[in-house]
């Protein structure tokens, strides 16, 4: 698999490395003081020095904590010259409302990784929108199985493998929908939220794209009714390929209908189509980096990422 030229390519991050500072964050839901440690201990774990934020320890209502108590720990975060990636700690509802008026100025000009998945598309979305790459990964206090964290390391650590890579589930799951083969820059998350944004301010369009989608616990009629509402406003058209990942926590007896679903959506669009890959709401949540060329095989049913994904160095190498 060729890579494609780094003229082509966004506007990247630098590597993390060891030592490299993370700002943890929750621009959404509250945790529990467990998850809070698990996660500080993930980050130590990568070789990482884990930064908590204040807000990630509160609690208002469905929320971590106020509007602007969220924003203001989100944009100090981006702005510090000393952090080296933010790295939001949950998703759940919450990002959506502060999303406008959080600056990505910093990230024009010293770019630093933005890691996070489920409502933190929102995020991914503003990436998108600047040129700027993203990476829709697990969170740190989640389930983080060998595959994952490999998968993690792959994409965003100095010193491991710059090469195009494939991914792929495992058989018998993971399959074609639609075959042949598409390219473009990856592009989309978390179906629901997605639809959330339909009719805001946020760039949404997959035009020229692979656009990559995952959801959890919600029925076939609503995946349907999101899927119809995105394609009505226009996001889906001049889509390139279209790479589904795992749409996890259905009823019991309806997994089967959410893939009959999918796959009849999907197939109308007329692209090259793969289905249940391994990301989304599971333990092997692989990082996928938003922004950077892609390839959908519809006739081997696997996803190649074709470009490095981080500037080759590192923010906190250069501190030295």
């Not at 702005?79 to 790295?87: C, S």
Request: charged share 20%; aromatic share 6%.
């Amino acid at each position: 698999m060729p890579e494609t030229t780094d003229a082509e390519a966004p506007l990247r991050p630098r590597a993390l490395c060891p030592g490299a500072r993370v700002a943890l964050v929750a621009p959404g839901g509250p945790l529990e003081p467990e998850r809070l440690e698990t996660s500080q201990r993930r980050c130590r774990r990568l070789g990482l020095k884990p930064v908590l934020f204040p807000s990630a320890r509160g609690r208002s209502g469905f929320l971590s904590a106020s509007d602007a108590e969220r924003l203001a720990d989100l944009q100090d975060a981006f702005d510090d010259p000393e952090i080296d990636a933010v790295w939001a700690l949950r998703g759940g509802y919450g990002a959506i409302r502060i999303v406008d008026r959080l600056s990505l100025e910093r990230q024009h000009r010293d770019p630093i990784p933005f890691i996070g998945f489920s409502d933190n598309t929102v995020f991914h979305v503003a990436h998108a929108g600047i040129g700027v790459v993203s990476f829709h990964g697990p969170h740190p206090g989640a389930e983080f199985p060998a595959a994952t964290e490999a998968a993690f390391r792959r994409v965003l650590f100095a010193g491991h493998s710059p090469e195009p890579h494939v991914i792929e589930g495992s058989a018998p799951v993971a399959g074609t929908l639609a075959g042949s083969i598409a390219d473009g820059p990856l592009w989309g998350g978390n179906l629901a939220t997605l639809a959330s944004l339909s009719g805001s301010a946020s760039p949404l369009s997959a035009d020229g794209r692979i656009l990559c989608l995952e959801d959890v616990g919600e029925p076939a009629y609503r995946i349907d009714r999101m899927w119809v509402q995105l394609e009505r406003a226009g996001v889906f058209r001049g889509v390139r390929g279209v790479a589904l990942g795992r749409f996890t926590g259905s009823l019991p007896g309806e997994e089967e209908v959410v893939r009959t679903v999918l796959r009849e959506r999907a197939r109308e669009l007329g692209v090259p189509v793969v289905a249940d890959l391994p990301f989304g709401h599971m333990a092997w949540n692989v990082t996928l980096p938003i922004g950077v060329r892609a390839r959908v095989n519809g006739d081997k049913g696997t996803l190649g990422i074709l470009q490095r994904a981080v500037q080759s160095g590192s923010r906190r190498s250069g501190h030295h």
